[in-house]
T-cell receptor
Framework: DGGITQSPKYLFRKEGQNVTLSCEQNLNHDAMYWYRQDPGQGLRLIYYSQIVNDFQKGDIAEGYSVSREKKESFPLTVTSAQKNPTAFYLC????????????FGSGTRLTVV | GQQLNQSPQSMFIQEGEDVSMNCTSS?????WLWYKQDPGEGPVLLIALYKAGELTSNGRLTAQFGITRKDSFLNISASIPSDVGIYFCAGLGTSGTYKYIFGTGTRLKVLA
C-alpha cells in the first residue's frame, strides 16, 4: 500500500527543546511539503522540497528547519526559536503533475508543556 | 502568505439538508481542489476542477469552477452525520508555481 506516514501522532515538547517530526512516503512522489494548522487559520506552508537535496522556505519558515536527503523522507525540526509551536503539522506530497493536488499524511499534533 | 476566503466559516445544518459553500480569490487559478478533513486527520481530496465553468460531481458532492477563474463552489446534497468535518478549497495559480493556496476552511456540523 502506497502512502504517507507521519510519526509520532502526538508529541510533547518542553520549552527550549528541539523536536523532529517524521514524514516518510512510498508513493515515489517528487515534491514534499510541510504545513502547519491552527484553529480557524487553515493551512500555512512551512517548507517544501521539489527534489532531493533542495528545499524552499514557505510562508512561516522561521523557527523550523528541514532536510531532504532521500526522496522518501522529509523530516521537520521544530527548533527552540519557534515561540509558539503548539499546532497540528501536516506533511503532503505530490508528483510532477501538480494539478492532481496533494496527498496528505495523518498529521502530528505537537504540544508544548 | 496568501489565503483564499471561504464562506461560511462554520455552519450547523439538519440531517437531510443541502449545503453550499464557496471560495473566492483575488487571483486567477488554473486548478481548484476541494478537500475534507476529519478531526485529527489529514485532508482527503474530494473533487478536482481544471477548467472554467466545469461542474464535477462525486456522489452527493458537486463542485464548480467559477467562470471568472477566481472562485469555486461546493454543494453537498442530503447531508448525513458523517459529512461533519472541515472543508477546504485549494487553488493552483498560473505562474508555474508548485504551491497550492488553501482556503481558511468551512466547519460543517450536522444535527441528526
Amino acid at each position: 500500500d502506497g502512502g504517507i506516514t507521519q510519526s509520532p501522532k502526538y508529541l510533547f515538547r518542553k520549552e527550549g527543546q528541539n523536536v523532529t517530526l517524521s514524514c516518510e512516503q512510498n508513493l515515489n512522489h517528487d515534491a514534499m511539503y510541510w504545513y502547519r494548522q491552527d484553529p480557524g487559520q487553515g493551512l500555512r506552508l512551512i517548507y517544501y522540497s521539489q527534489i532531493v537535496n533542495d528545499f524552499q522556505k514557505g510562508d512561516i519558515a522561521e523557527g523550523y528547519s528541514v532536510s531532504r536527503e532521500k526522496k522518501e523522507s522529509f523530516p521537520l525540526t521544530v527548533t527552540s526559536a519557534q515561540k509558539n509551536p503548539t499546532a497540528f503539522y501536516l506533511c503532503a506530497t505530490t508528483w510532477d503533475r501538480f494539478s492532481y493536488g496533494y496527498t496528505f499524511g495523518s498529521g502530528t499534533r505537537l504540544t508544548v508543556v | 502568505g496568501q489565503q483564499l476566503n471561504q464562506s461560511p466559516q462554520s455552519m450547523f445544518i439538519q440531517e437531510g439538508e443541502d449545503v453550499s459553500m464557496n471560495c473566492t480569490s483575488s487571483s486567477i487559478f488554473n486548478t481548484w481542489l476541494w478537500y475534507k478533513q476529519d478531526p485529527g486527520e489529514g485532508p482527503v481530496l474530494l473533487i478536482a476542477l481544471y477548467k472554467a465553468g466545469e461542474l464535477t460531481s462525486n456522489g452527493r458532492l458537486t463542485a464548480q469552477f467559477g467562470i471568472t477563474r477566481k472562485d469555486s463552489f461546493l454543494n453537498i446534497s442530503a447531508s448525513i452525520p458523517s459529512d461533519v468535518g472541515i472543508y477546504f478549497c485549494a487553488g493552483l495559480g498560473t505562474s508555474g508555481t508548485y504551491k497550492y493556496i488553501f482556503g481558511t476552511g468551512t466547519r460543517l456540523k450536522v444535527l441528526a
